[in-house]
């Protein structure tokens, strides 16, 4: 049956109806399935499967690069680290803040200290002889030695806190260093995929090269055309159904293209794509 010839007009008669063709209400004639201008040997139309299967390929492995969970995991981690980094610079201002605070409470016990030991001296050598002078000085002794505790409390409360503050500190630095460690374990398992990747991607890429030097520049062109639109640019007839969509001719589809002359290059009515004949296409 020639291409041109509407379906049933063959000398054969009516193909055998599909299920398809009886629950489709605008049933595709034969002239739907399209015959580019293009022509190509059916070797050369063979080479598109090839290079259909090369081009998955490279996309399969720029879907890896892209969706590396190392690249994911990394970014987890130097969210954490600047976290971690943070958390360090508050707890060193503090611990700055408190460090301070105690020198300053120090000095003020040394001043107290100092205060007592001098009117201590006095009070031993003799000078003070009035009856009220020397209780006014014992009484003044007294209230500076209950300063000094007070001052040593509050010495002993900031030194707490440091400690407590410093091993903080030193949890978020070890934290820090450990995140670091895991840090590089995983740049370096990413850069490892990275290179197995682009290592891959430069053979399929040159493999293609090669491939498409074969193959004349019109049927490339197309090829290229529908792949950028489709992601696949040929498909195999396989027992008659299109490989790329997995949608199975009806019969009359089939006629045409048992009717097509080999180098005819037959797309798919579907999904576009180039059909390529096989053995295996059932025709
Ligand atoms: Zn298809």
């Known amino acids: 049956m020639a291409p041109g010839l509407p379906r049933g007009a063959?000398?054969?008669?009516?193909?055998?109806?599909?299920?398809?063709?009886?629950?489709?209400?605008?049933?595709?004639?034969?002239?739907?399935l399209t015959l580019g201008p293009v022509k190509a040997s059916p070797q050369t139309q063979l080479r598109l499967l090839e290079?259909?299967?090369l081009d998955a390929e490279l996309g399969r492995l720029d879907h890896r690069r892209r969706g590396l969970p190392e690249v994911t995991e990394l970014g987890r981690l130097e969210v954490r680290a600047g976290e971690l980094k943070d958390a360090l610079i508050v707890t060193e201002t503090e611990l700055g803040d408190l460090s301070r605070e105690q020198s300053r409470?120090?000095?003020?016990?040394?001043?107290?200290?100092?205060?007592?030991?001098?009117?201590?001296?006095?009070?031993?050598?003799?000078?003070?002889?009035?009856?009220?002078?020397?209780?006014?000085?014992?009484s003044e002794i007294e209230n500076l030695h209950r300063r000094q505790d007070d001052l040593e409390e509050v010495v002993l409360e900031?030194?707490?806190r440091r400690e407590t503050l410093e091993s903080q500190r030193d949890e978020l630095t070890t934290g820090r260093d450990s995140l670091g460690g895991e840090m590089a374990e995983v740049a370096a398992r990413r850069d490892a995929a990275f290179a197995e990747i682009d290592e891959q991607t430069a053979k399929a890429s040159?493999?293609?090269?090669?491939?498409?030097?074969d193959v004349p520049a019109d049927l490339l062109a197309l090829y290229d055309?529908?792949?950028?639109?489709?992601?696949?640019?040929?498909?195999?007839?396989?027992?008659?159904?299109?490989?790329?969509?997995?949608?199975?001719?009806?019969?009359?589809?089939?006629?045409?293209?048992?009717?097509?002359?080999?180098?005819?290059?037959?797309?798919?009515e579907e999904c576009r794509r180039i059909l390529v004949r096989t053995p295996e296409s059932g025709l």
Request: aromatic share 0%; with cysteine; proline share 7%.
């Open 51 to 53: 290079l259909a299967d």
């Open 206 to 213: 040159d493999q293609r090269a090669s491939l498409a030097a």
């Open 10 to 32: 063959g000398p054969g008669g009516d193909p055998p109806k599909t299920p398809r063709d009886r629950g489709d209400p605008s049933p595709r004639t034969p002239l739907g």
């Open 158 to 160: 900031l030194m707490e």
């Open 105 to 138: 409470a120090e000095r003020d016990v040394d001043q107290v200290r100092t205060r007592i030991e001098k009117d201590r001296a006095r009070l031993d050598a003799g000078q003070v002889s009035a009856a009220r002078e020397l209780a006014s000085l014992q």
């Open 225 to 268: 055309q529908i792949r950028k639109t489709k992601g696949v640019g040929a498909a195999v007839l396989r027992a008659g159904r299109c490989e790329g969509c997995h949608l199975s001719l009806n019969a009359a589809d089939l006629n045409v293209i048992r009717a097509s002359a080999p180098d005819e290059v037959i797309r798919c």
